[in-house]
Antibody, heavy 114, light 110 residues
Framework: EVQLVESGGGLVRPGRSLRLSCAAS????????MNWVRQAPGKGLEWVSLITSSGSLIYYSHSVRGRFTISRDNAKNSLYLEMNNLRAEDTAVYYCTREPPDYWGQGTLVTVSS | QSVLTQPPSASGTPGQRVTISCSGSSSNIGSNSVNWYQQVPGTAPKVLIY???HRPSGVFDRFSGSKSGTSASLAISGLQSGDEADYYC???????????FGGGTQLTVL
């Protein structure tokens, strides 16, 4: 059974950093590209970033480019999102998904507030 | 403002058939396949339709998808109260190099 479990969310002050993790199981992680998708409270889904299976190709949305860094460790079946210079508008539930987005984790809430 | 355009709401009575539209452009729906997601508030999205019109195992055949040109549709037949949820369309956009989503359609079963 495919499982994606996000962790690392929490309350953080504007301008600070946070690192999210996603632990994958039930499939050959190293064969799949992966995404981060977020959802602000009461809002729709917003794609954040994609990383290919080897990590050789990475894409970011305009809203996070230059502040967020996606990475992966295929030996640990793990996906990461390093978030720097956080803003109030980054407040959201962050989901990791396989590519194309079929399986989704349960999400982890990031709240950026002073 | 979402790249893909969906109606914000839709409704129907039990047993009815409802459709939800999703309008895009040549760089997204016109070039790539469309996925549809169902999200019950407070839970993670679940894929209903992938590659325009394919249902994952476990998804009832009451749900169907179609695509024509730069638009796509999700149809739900035999509407049930359990179908009340938010529905999103999504496609890869070749110009943005990004997944783009519709703004979501809240389905109410009257």
């Amino acid at each position: 059974e495919v499982q994606l479990v996000e962790s690392g969310g929490g309350l953080v002050r504007p301008g600070r950093s946070l690192r999210l993790s996603c632990a994958a199981s039930g499939f050959t992680f190293s064969s799949f590209s992966m995404n981060w998708v977020r959802q602000a409270p009461g809002k729709g889904l917003e794609w954040v970033s994609l990383i290919t299976s080897s990590g050789s190709l990475i894409y970011y949305s305009h809203s996070v480019r230059g502040r967020f860094t996606i990475s992966r460790d295929n030996a640990k079946n793990s996906l990461y999102l390093e978030m720097n210079n956080l803003r109030a508008e980054d407040t959201a539930v962050y989901y990791c998904t396989r590519e194309p987005p079929d399986y989704w984790g349960q999400g982890t809430l990031v709240t950026v507030s002073s | 403002q979402s790249v893909l355009t969906q109606p914000p709401s839709a409704s129907g009575t039990p047993g009815q058939r409802v459709t939800i539209s999703c309008s895009g452009s040549s760089s997204n729906i016109g070039s790539n396949s469309v996925n549809w997601y169902q999200q019950v508030p407070g839970t993670a999205p679940k894929v209903l339709i992938y590659s325009n019109n394919h249902r994952p195992s476990g998804v009832f055949d009451r749900f169907s998808g179609s695509k024509s040109g730069t638009s796509a549709s999700l149809a739900i037949s035999g509407l049930q109260s359990g179908d009340e949820a938010d529905y999103y369309c999504a496609a890869w956009d070749d110009s943005l190099n990004a997944w783009v989503f519709g703004g979501g359609t809240q389905l109410t079963v009257l």
